[in-house]
């Protein structure tokens, strides 16, 4: 069976990721600031590397990897950019050659549906961070609310792997995003702590009726690395429960 790496493996969206590929017999290599294969702060270069190297230390290709750790958008606002956009960025370029050498390589980055539903009108931000500028961009962050950073770090990182999509794909790695809707963790927890952000997290539409499971999203993610999605490469999939339909249905 494959080896995988799963960063924010010991909570969520990760965590479930990781038993589902457990359960397929796959090798996981987690990824995490505690209670992980893998302990490491990819909020900060050392942090990165160390994990990135930590990981060669262990194998010598992989077969996929999925991008989860990240923080929520009650959380400080530099940290927000730097997991979310620069350490999933620098684990996903870390691993690019171990992936190179795997059989039939995928990557899924968790996204979010954030940037869809959360109306931006200045993408400043989101381009600072894909120019790479981190120093800029805790400053720059600094002076907007944390929902706003959060939705920027999440297209940001969607982009970052949209614009790898061409020449990762002429090594035959796929990569694809899934962009969760609200989905039961302990952000989410966080989230609804928030006096402004748990009440306008409440009022999203939900078409199906019910906050999403950490399963919901780690079925798609497991499809996705798979050979049934051997065609998908450069996907945003939504698994939101039809709330940005239900917030935006006239764009797409
Ligand atoms: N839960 C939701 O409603 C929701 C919605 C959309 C997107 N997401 C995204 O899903 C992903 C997983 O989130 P979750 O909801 O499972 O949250 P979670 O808090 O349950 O899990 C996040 C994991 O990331 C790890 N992490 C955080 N900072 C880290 C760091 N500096 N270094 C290493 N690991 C770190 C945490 O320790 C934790 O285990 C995140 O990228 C999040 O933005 C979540």
């Not at 479930?16 to 359960?23: G, I, M, P, Q, T």
């Not at 539409?205 to 079925?219: E, K, T």
């Amino acid at each position: 069976m494959g080896t995988y790496v799963v960063t924010g493996s010991a909570s969520g969206i990760g965590a479930a990721v990781r038993e589902r590929l457990l359960s397929a017999e796959h090798e996981v290599v987690g990824i995490d600031l505690r209670d992980a294969d893998i302990e490491a702060d990819l909020s900060a270069d050392d942090g990165r590397s160390a994990a990135v190297a930590a990981v060669r230390e262990r194998t010598e290709s992989l077969d996929g990897a999925v991008l989860c750790a990240g923080l929520g958008p009650t959380a400080p606002t530099r940290l927000i950019v730097s997991v979310n956009h620069f350490g999933t960025v620098a684990v996903l370029d870390g691993l690019r050659d171990l992936l190179a050498g795997g059989a039939d390589p995928a990557v899924v980055v968790i996204g979010s549906h954030a940037p869809m539903v959360t109306p931006l009108v200045d993408h400043t931000l989101a381009d600072t961070m894909l120019a790479g500028e981190e120093d800029a961009t805790h400053a720059a962050a600094e002076e907007l609310p944390g929902f706003a950073v959060y939705a920027l770090s999440k297209e940001a990182v969607i982009r970052a792997v949209r614009q790898r999509v061409p020449d990762w794909g002429a090594d035959g790695i796929r990569l694809n995003v899934v962009a969760p809707g609200p989905v039961e963790t302990p952000l989410l927890e966080e989230t609804r702590k928030d006096e402004l952000l748990g009440p306008a997290s409440d009022a999203l539409p939900m078409p199906l009726g019910r906050i999403g499971a950490p399963d919901d999203i780690a079925s798609v993610v497991e499809f996705l690395l798979g050979s049934g999605a051997s065609y998908m490469h450069g996907a945003v999939v939504v698994v939101d429960g039809g709330t940005d339909c239900g917030a935006r249905p006239n764009l797409f």
